[in-house]
């Protein structure tokens, strides 16, 4: 069976690398390299190709596509969250328990304003949630960035900056508590190691033990939570 994939050519890479992402294929190639060269590169890799591709897909089709809709499941640091959507005076994101009620006006587009509410929502309770942690988080751990804030990354759950910055992506407060903060942590170890060697592993696993599951959790479900299509995951 054919592979249908999408190339990625950039005039810095020297080697060739594959990344299977959302159920689709990638190829990330140097810019002049032969499509026959790529092609054979991927037929080498078909059998490691195709098992990656049919766990994702199966993990994409576990779930409902993201409509936006009265009734929905939502998740708050992975918690069901249902959606309640009305039209009213004003546009609002309340959440009473284990609802979000949100409000658009008349004038508002229907197909595209709650799912606007929702997000931002999302990136306020998020940037509430990160106050909250860096309030409690000693500062004789000595990893304190010059600040912080919640974004939108369709490939990546939050990434440290040269300016001491940590941003993250809002979805990421769709999974567990316990996986949020090690992705902050893990954040907050760049401060000191700005890389992913042997000593930054060392210096996060000293301030999240479990650091290990939360990695595979991320791995596990990040498919189908970073996808703005479905931003769920199966709890089986």
């Known amino acids: 069976m054919s592979l249908i994939y999408q190339i990625n050519r950039s005039k810095k890479r020297r080697n060739l ?6 159920g689709k294929l990638e190829v990330q190639a140097p810019w002049h390299m032969s499509e026959a060269i790529i092609a054979d590169f991927v037929q080498q890799k078909h059998e490691w190709i195709s098992k990656h591709l049919n766990r994702q897909q199966q993990r994409l089709e576990s779930l409902t596509p993201r409509e936006w ?12 969250l249902k959606l309640k959507v009305a039209v009213a005076t004003r546009k609002t994101a309340e959440r009473y328990g ?11 587009n229907q197909e595209y304003e709650p799912k606007r509410t929702v997000i931002n ?34 490939s990546k759950w939050g990434h440290c900056t040269r300016k001491r910055e940590l941003r993250f992506t809002w979805k ?31 210096l996060v696993a000293s301030h999240s033990p479990d650091y290990e599951e939360a990695e595979q959790w991320l791995r596990q479900h990040g498919v189908t939570v970073l996808n703005n299509h479905y931003l769920d995951y199966s709890d089986d």
């Open 17 to 22: 690398a594959l990344k299977v992402a959302q």
């Open 69 to 80: 809709q009265s009734g929905e499941r939502l998740r708050w640091l992975g918690q069901p």
């Open 98 to 108: 284990s609802e979000l009620f949100v409000t658009t006006t008349a004038r508002s």
């Open 121 to 154: 929502w999302y990136k306020s309770e998020a940037l509430t949630w990160l106050d909250a942690f860096f309030a409690s988080w000693p500062s004789s751990h000595e990893l304190n960035p010059a600040g912080w804030s919640v974004g939108d990354f369709t």
């Open 172 to 202: 990421l407060w769709l999974a567990p508590e316990w996986v949020v903060r090690n992705v902050v942590i893990h954040e907050l170890c760049h401060l000191r190691e700005f890389n992913h060697s042997k000593a930054f592993w060392q």
